[in-house]
């Protein structure tokens, strides 16, 4: 019997040997070095003639050996094997071995083959520890030119550690392998389907290649070793989630949504209605609805949470809306407040008068709905009383920060919870608030977060999915500008310039800095000037990130001298900053001066101008959500990314991307090309250790989608896996064992 994927690495390399491979690349056992791959292939090269060898080229000579010395180096221990080969030419090159041991087999007349790299060492030409084949009377010619065009697999590596040693580790491994391993992890009916090599043919052709087209197709069965496992873990999600109870919460015919939609002064986009389609039927399942609500910048997801939440009130229950920062908490408790208007803020009659709420007719004038908010910096009035209508079910909708997870907040009903931006929220956290119902609630994530297909797939993977593309009637373009302000000061000046024009026109305006900074610390210097090129480091200089507090400062005293200019940033009070975002939007300021505290949800229409100062030191997804704040009016918004970074740096590549596109998913595949999918995978996938090799979530969508097709019926069908043990055990070594019991909960 072969060796196992899951034997120790000694089993078949020596403990010796083993204990290296573990210390230096972290490989324990067969399954571990076998796909430890190589990063690239070369030609030994084409047969060339001694006297055409120039030193740095990949050369393969054949050649006999004429003469073959021994030497102690005087630099280190050991010695230094010196052959001197010669052609049919007579053409002498010398061949150094740093390695004796290795080369013991050359001898005076031996003929043989030589391949490596050509150097030159006293003005003569030489190879340095070449790989080489003994050839004798029974060589045939095909034999020396497949040895010469074989590819030579180049494996990652680590101080200490020769790449030929591991390629020695890998041979000795694939000759103890059974032709078709029994612990296969993928099904013979997926291989089948799918058109993949067995394993064994597969490390095979990955390692020992005959040609390139085998690599590919090598590399096709393997991307499938890391997709389908992936998968079936997320399909074991969704059917853990089937199985859970919940209230159905079916929409009342007359109730507070429909009075709400017929108030509507706009219509619905059609993807505002489909996915209210797809929500209202998961809300009747008596299952919890467990889905994922994705939409560019402004596609009115609010609007979407807030119908769902309407529907669900309607029914009896209670709904939740967790935000991530206090501003957006505030900001979406004003919006859904006015969106309601007379049907807001008043005390909400427990539907206690029949068994089955959808079974009585509603009334909207009779039963309206209550809106609380809870953030931690409440005073004690305000939160005792929002906690209490949380509790006896008073408020039909509750708004709040990290604040509504605790212990002590407790609802009468919950029957929805809404996350919004839910990569800021932790699994714990998501848990802790789900938990809070009697029955599992309904959950709807909301990201306006664009995330390509791919990621949707592969990190949520758990969620059914609804994508919000269009954006409502009256919203308005947004031209965006790259400002180089070593290149062009005028422009840069010119900056300062638009936010006048546009606060005479009686709009608003917005500045974002990187940093908070305090006065005097680490500021700029200058006095202000009326152009604002205080504010630009001379070219070549070193600055800290520009700081909302020095800059508001000079704009205010400055270019933008005589503007109501307001600061907003998350060191304030809470009081504070609610203080400013209203002054701001009852257009008591002109210009807000903030951090990224305002990237998300902040919904101020008259706003037409954003200025984002430092713009290179922003993320494309940042700077695409931080343009979102203009634009949302009838007003074209202006979008205007200042930046120091020169002309060609990567920096200014991204910032460019930016400009070109309103599309907020286009811009997604670029952040992920940036960012690559170690940072998305790994920061998402909680319990899960992603070991992508081969798979790539930015170019590999046919294979993630066929994965997932693969692995619904799969674990529709057996659960547990347990026809399927290779697969299984393969799942339980990629999960962490402290972590896994929190992947039902995400």
Sequence with gaps: MGIRLDDPLHKAVGDRTAKVLRTKLNLETIGDLLRHYPRRYVKRGQLTELSELEPG??????????????????????????????????????????????ANALKPGMLGMFAGKVGEYHGKIQLTNPEFEKLDADTEDTDVDSWAGELLPIYPTTSGLAPRMIARCVAMVLDQLDADLADDPLPRPVRARQGLLPLTEAFRRIHRPDD?????????????????????????????????????????????LDAFDAALPFTLTAGQKQVGVEIEQDLASSHPMHRLLQGDV??????????????????????????????????????????????????????????????????????????????????????????????????????????????????????????????????EQRDALRAKGEDPPHVLVMTATPIPRTVAMTVFGDLETSILSELPAGRSPIATHVVAAHEHPSHFARVWGRIREEVGAGHQAYVVCPRIGEAGEGSVDQEASDDGSELVSEPGQQRPPLAVVDVAAKLAEGPLKGLRVGMLHGRMAPDDKDAVMRAYAAHELDVLVATTVIEVGVNVPNSTVIVVMDADRFGVSQLHQLRGRVGRGKWAGLCLLVTESPDGAPARERLAAVASTLDGFELSKIDLAIRKEGDVLGATQSGYRSSLRLLSVIDDEDVIRAARDEATPLVEADPTLAAYPALARTIAVLLDPEQAEYLGKT
């Design 298 to 427: 402004g596609s009115g997801k609010t609007m979407v949470a807030l119908r769902a939440m309407l529907a669900v009130v309607d029914a009896g229950g209670q709904a939740v809306m967790l935000a991530p920062t206090e501003v957006l908490a505030q900001q979406h408790h004003r919006s859904i407040v006015q969106m309601l208007g007379a049907s807001a803020d008043v005390p909400m009659d427990l539907f206690s008068e029949a068994a089955d709420p959808a079974a009585t007719p509603f009334d909207p004038s009779r039963k309206q709905v209550k809106v609380a908010l809870l953030t931690g910096s409440q005073n004690a009035k305000d939160r005792r009383s929002n906690l209490l209508d949380a509790a006896s079910g008073a408020a039909g909708i509750v708004i709040g920060t990290h604040a509504v997870i605790q212990d002590h907040v407790q609802f009468a009903d919950l029957g929805l919870v809404v996350i919004d931006e839910q990569h800021r929220f932790g699994v």
């Design 57 to 102: 080229s990949e050369a393969t000579i054949v050649a006999q050996v004429t003469k073959v010395s021994r030497r102690s180096m005087a630099a280190r221990r050991g010695q230094m094997l010196t052959v001197e080969v010669r052609d049919a030419a007579d053409v002498p090159v010398e061949i150094t071995f740093f390695n004796p041991r290795a």
């Design 212 to 256: 390139w087209p085998e690599i590919a197709v090598a590399r096709k069965r393997l991307k499938w070793d890391e997709a389908l496992p992936m998968q079936v873990v997320l399909a074991q999600r969704r059917e853990a989630l089937k199985a859970l109870p919940a209230v159905p919460r079916r929409r009342v015919p007359g109730g507070l």
